[in-house]
């Protein structure tokens, strides 16, 4: 509200300096993705199953008392992450060998779990049936 500067700064070097975290960041970028037939695992699939069997449960519970449902998305990606986890380390602790973990397979559990919830609650068995 009066005086403004108005002198430019030439900026002459980088902003950001390389450092070890921005490498490490490019290099996670780098990382090979499976193909979508190796994203689809029978855990996943087990887990997915079970966790969509619950939250339907909690969704017809919500749906008959209450009316309404929260998203439940942050839940399932939660749940299904703790689930394989563990899954992963028993099986590793005793002695078997098991592929890791990835992202892609904790998308797939969270998408076929909300898919089931979903479905129970727009599917009409709480309110219209």
């Known amino acids: 509200m009066g005086t403004e500067n108005t002198t430019s700064v030439e900026i002459s070097e980088p902003l950001l300096l390389e450092s070890e975290k921005i490498r490490d ?26 966790l969509g069997t619950l939250f339907c449960i909690i969704t017809h519970k919500l749906n ?29 602790a005793l002695g078997f060998s098991i592929q890791p973990f990835t992202k892609q397979e904790n998308t797939v559990i969270q998408t076929c779990v909300v898919a089931c919830y979903g479905l129970s609650f727009s599917g009409g068995f709480g309110s219209y049936l």
């Open 25 to 50: 960041v490019e290099f996670e970028a780098l990382e090979r993705i499976p193909e979508w037939k190796d994203q689809i695992t029978t855990r996943g699939l087990v887990v997915s199953a079970l």
């Open 64 to 92: 008959l008392t209450v009316g309404i449902i929260p998203s439940l998305n942050v839940a399932a990606g939660l749940l299904g992450f703790f689930f394989v986890k563990t899954w992963t380390g028993f099986l590793s």
